[in-house]
């Protein structure tokens, strides 16, 4: 079994920054991918970013291009969101999760095989 445990979510003013991570334990799956999606109340959960693991290719939402730079650690299996010029549409709950078989549209929920439990990101106007 992989655990992926989420942490650095909190309270921002917006014009502010937060950076999330994620730690990956458990069995040695090899890591295909990493995304982050989040989702505000009333809405659905909506991709933020993806990177390929083992070469570090990157993509984003739109809504977050520019702003947002999603990275990782390979020798210490943890993933990053660095989240800069947050706006008050950017608060909800963050998840990380990883893709262990290979991967086709990384902006897919269902591409996903283990999920965080998801950090609070709220940003105050």
């Known amino acids: 079994q992989v655990q992926l445990v989420e942490s650095g979510g909190g309270l921002v003013q917006a014009g502010g920054s937060l950076r999330l991570s994620c730690a990956v334990s458990g069995r040695a799956f090899r890591i295909y991918a990493m995304g982050w999606f989040r989702q505000a109340p009333g809405k659905e959960r909506e991709f933020v970013a993806a990177i390929n693991w083992s070469i570090g290719v990157t993509y984003y939402a739109d809504s977050v291009k520019g702003r947002f730079t999603i990275s990782r650690h390979n020798a210490v299996n943890t993933g990053y969101l660095q989240m800069n010029s947050l706006k008050p549409e950017d608060t909800a709950v963050y998840y990380c999760?990883?893709?262990?078989?290979?991967?086709?549209?990384?902006?897919?929920?269902?591409?996903?095989?283990?999920w965080g439990q998801g950090t609070q990101v709220t940003v105050s106007s």
């Open positions: 999760a990883t893709d262990h078989h290979g991967y086709s549209d990384l902006s897919e929920p269902n591409e996903y095989d283990y």
